[in-house]
């Protein structure tokens, strides 16, 4: 959201800001980082809207790249600090993106819902054929999806 189209420019990589909704091998997925979704987390949601918003990015820009890095960076280290604690499974009626999930399957059948902002790998069964899962914090459980077709899985790589 900060950086524009640098990462498409120079990298060929395309930013998705929003859900995107694919379909492959007959099966329909919903993927999202997840942030902002589902009831609660008032803080966060707020502080989106102000990220997003385009004259805060462009004021952003304003202000030189080594005060911005810097600025970027303490907040980063901020961020991590605050949320230092162990991430835990609040149980499947208290996890925002499970319940989000669920009124989306209200609306409308998907066979995944994929997200990654809660950063605790989770795979909850849905029903109605459907599945939440949550790719993780790679870094920390080394974890991360794989659609073989069929079916997609959460996975575990070892660490060397």
């Not at 990015?57 to 030189?64: D, E, G, I, R």
């Not at 080594?66 to 907040?75: E, F, T, Y």
């Not at 901020?78 to 230092?84: D, H, L, T």
């Not at 989770?122 to 920390?140: A, C, F, P, Q, V």
């Amino acid at each position: 959201m900060w950086v524009n189209d640098y990462f498409t420019k120079e990298m060929g990589i395309i930013i998705v800001s929003d859900e995107l909704i694919i379909e492959r091998s007959g099966k329909k997925f919903f993927l999202h980082h997840g942030d902002g979704l589902g009831p609660g987390d008032r803080k966060y949601k707020i502080l989106r809207k102000i990220f997003r918003n385009p004259l805060c990015q462009w004021l952003f820009a304003l202000v030189p790249p080594r005060i911005g890095l810097g600025i970027a960076n303490a907040w980063s280290r901020g961020s991590r600090a605050a949320s230092s604690q162990e991430e835990v499974f609040m149980g499947e009626d208290n996890e925002w993106l499970a319940t989000y999930a669920k009124e989306q399957l209200a609306r409308e059948h998907y066979d995944y819902f994929v997200f990654g902002h809660r950063h605790l790998p989770l795979d909850l069964d849905l029903g109605s054929e459907s599945r939440y899962i949550n790719t993780g914090e790679w870094l920390k459980y080394n974890s991360y999806a794989v659609f073989d077709g069929k079916h997609l899985s959460l996975k575990y790589f070892e660490k060397e």
